[in-house]
């Protein structure tokens, strides 16, 4: 089994991408959605306890309260992370072993170089994108305004540091084009 590690900064298309090797058959591990459903669980608790029951309105994390909280407070963004990352990798040490016999894996993270979790990849897939693409992709995705699409920017590597890490680099300027390179770097791993 190859694990691929799929990242990119927000608003990259990295989603995108990621549903494209779902629709061929390959499982996929999406570990923001798999750390949210966390947050909503096993962790609720641990959130409560430190960041207060306010950031569950309804019994269910209020995600843009907790993003506008961490994102500007570095102290409670270490200690999220703290209580995520490792759920989020034992998650994945779980879902490798439900998908032991698949012949690829892949791992879609948005912080991967930066939590250090790409050192469990087989290869590491950047997605690139231009900034200001990026940046109205996210206004447009999630309602938000420009500088907290920049404020959550600044909280990720930029992308030169991520490409000297990375196996491979897919510009995503248009899908076409990005889904072409996707499928070029399949084949390389699969041959």
């Known amino acids: ?40 669980g096993q962790l609720k608790q641990d959130v409560i306890d430190y960041f207060g029951p306010e950031l569950y309105p309804n019994d269910v994390l209020d995600t843009k309260r907790m993003a506008q909280l961490v994102f500007q407070d570095k102290e409670a963004l270490e200690k999220l992370n703290n209580l995520v990352h490792p759920a989020v990798g034992k998650a994945f040490k779980d879902f490798v072993e439900k998908n032991k016999n698949a012949q690829i894996v892949v791992k879609e993270a948005a912080i991967l ?9 087989d290869f ?36 030169n540091k991520k490409s000297a890490l990375a196996d491979f680099v897919i510009e995503n300027d248009s899908l076409e084009l990005a889904i072409e390179q996707l499928e070029a770097i399949l084949k390389k791993l699969l041959a």
């Open 1 to 40: 089994m190859k694990i691929i590690g799929l990242t990119g900064g927000i608003g990259s298309g990295k989603s995108t991408l990621l549903a494209w090797f779902r629709s061929n058959g390959i499982p996929c591990f999406e570990s923001d959605i798999v750390g949210k459903q966390l947050l909503n």
């Open 113 to 121: 170089f930066e939590t250090g979790a790409y050192k469990s990849c």
């Open 124 to 159: 590491v897939i950047l997605v690139y994108a231009p900034l200001e693409k990026r940046i109205s992709r996210v206004i447009q995705r999630d309602g938000v305004k420009r500088a907290e699409v920049l404020a959550r920017m600044s909280k990720q590597w930029d992308d």
